[in-house]
């Protein structure tokens, strides 16, 4: 368990995990290529997202095991129970060659049984395709001889055009009956708080088309894919081969009938802003066998820590805020083929709630507040699991009773405080309790909704405050929108190594180690703006987004309507994408597009 443990220099223990399962992943490519599975893989897929999707599956199977290597490095134990397959390949690694690994005997239980059950389904698919074909007497649906492709979205985060979404680019008036949204299941609508109903009908009024992604009928059989399936099935495998192959097979099945699904549907652009799990490259390869292409945009902001992004960005186009993303993105593992920058993708905060917010702001000044702060939180944890290492649940505590208690000794502060996500803060009690009552004595304003956008409410602050594990993308957008460029990152995990650049720029400006010193520096310049003008002040915010104008959405909604457009005239993909981009140079500047 992770706690609140840190390394040697002091940042949180975890960070060590990511660069050691690259490594061990790196391992088991090198030893993965080498076999005749990846030399039949890539006769018909691209080789280089083979690879890709073969390394993130070792890495995030590795993950875990990685974790636990280094706690038992820091606790001095000798003994670990993995359920990691490649056991033998961990020998000979620095400090874990000392270590014993014991395979963990695997749980049969509802998810193990479910899982099991789907790998046999896609193992058998050549089977299911056979008995679908055999009793398919439908007749074959005429093809339209006119190009009608259709921009594809993988249903994640809603439809609310005016908050976080799927859909911030669509323009009903420019793309109307060009784009189909499609759910895996039931439960990605829920996760959106929709009702099926609601949600249907919402999608129709938009003349946006919807489908869900799993059906019998695209189980379709196909000669090329049958035989590179035989080919592999019929090889004779011992040892690690054996799992290789049969990752293989799955990887194969799904490809397939995500190809399938592409093709029956007519999607020519993919854009799916999935990035945990091996199924955004799956969908990758699918569409590029379709001819098409996939789109993808910053959501979290690049970390620099070695081994961390690995395949969460396979796309043949990225959107990013400025070239500070650009930089970072380009410099993960992803094979990212065109980067464009496009600014702060999300849009204005609509005129019926910057109207809502104005009178709140109005009845804190009533009480004579003067100096507005936007306090954003993150995810925390008491961490007493072994693989993720958020902020440390009582460092959250000790953060937010320092926050309400400067508030409490300076009346003319008013907080606008934003929530992750709805009643984030609702395990802290006593902290959640008092916010809400200061909300409803109008001392504060608390936004504990999900999919708010902060960068909607920073126009009102004078000051921005983040807190989290690593540096909030949600930071830049509240300083893009609020214009006044000022917000200050409160680092409990410590990144002085790991950031090295805001640091050398900016320690103890905007970036502080020290809580008690950033909160005595926020008084000062409270107290005295003009002396203190260079506390939380970001000088130069081009690099992040150069347009600085909220229009970034649109942007990238004009570009899609292009390249759509491109592909109904007949062109490739490549001469589709070629063209898309320059038309995009042409109208915002060679500068947009990155490298």
Known sequence: MFFDKRDKKGQF???????????????????????????????????????????????????????????????????????????????????????????????????????????????????????????????????????????????????????????????????????????????????????????????????????????????????????????????????????????????????????????????????????????????????????????????????MIEGDFIGFFPNDIFFVWGKETARRISQTENLISNILITGDHYPKISKNDKKIYKEKINKLKKNNVKFFILVLDSSFSENKNFTWQLTYKKNMEIFFKNILHLQENNPDIGLIIKSKKKNNLASLKNIFNKIKLLDKNNRCIFINENNKLASHFSEFADLTISISPYIQGALFHCLINSKNLRGIIYDDSNLTSIEKEIYKVGEDKIIFRDLRKMLNKLIDFKNDPKKNYDFGKWNDLSNHDPFMDGEGGKRVGLFLNDLINFYNEGLDSSAAITKAIKRYSDNHGKDKVHG
């Open 13 to 303: 223990l975890s960070f060590s995990s990511f660069s050691l399962s690259n490594k061990i992943a790196e391992l088991c490519l090198d030893r993965f290529v080498k076999t005749e599975i990846y030399r039949e893989l890539v006769n018909f897929f691209p080789a280089q997202l083979v690879s890709l999707l073969f390394k993130k599956k070792f890495y995030e199977s590795v993950y875990p095991t990685s974790c636990k290597i280094v706690l038992a490095n820091y606790n001095k134990e000798k003994k670990i129970e993995t359920s990691f397959d490649f056991i033998n390949l961990l020998q000979g690694f620095e400090n874990i060659q000392d270590l014993e690994f014991i395979q963990k005997k695997e749980k049969i239980n509802k998810l193990s049984i479910i899982k099991k059950l789907k790998n046999l389904i896609w193992i058998n698919y050549d089977l299911i395709s056979s008995f679908f074909k055999l009793f398919n007497y439908k007749k074959k649906e005429n093809e339209k001889k006119k190009n009608d492709y259709k921009i594809g979205v993988n249903y994640l985060e809603g439809i609310d055009l005016q908050n976080r979404s799927d859909f911030f680019w669509y323009d009903k008036n420019l793309i109307s009956n060009k784009v189909l949204t499609y759910f895996e299941n039931s439960k990605r609508i829920e996760k959106t708080n929709k009702r099926k109903k609601k949600l249907f009908f919402e999608l129709k009024s938009l003349n946006i088309q919807y489908k869900f992604l799993y059906s019998i009928k695209y189980f379709l059989k196909n000669k090329n894919f049958d035989l590179i399936r035989k080919n592999i099935r019929n090889l004779k495998v011992k040892g690690d081969e054996k799992i290789f192959k049969k990752d293989a097979l799955i990887f194969i099945s799904k490809i397939q009938y995500t190809y399938n699904f592409f093709k029956k549907n007519k999607i020519k652009i993919h854009y799916n802003t999935e990035e945990m799990g091996t199924s955004n490259i799956i969908r990758q390869i699918a569409i590029k066998l379709n001819d098409g292409c996939s789109i993808g945009r910053t959501k979290s902001y690049p970390t």
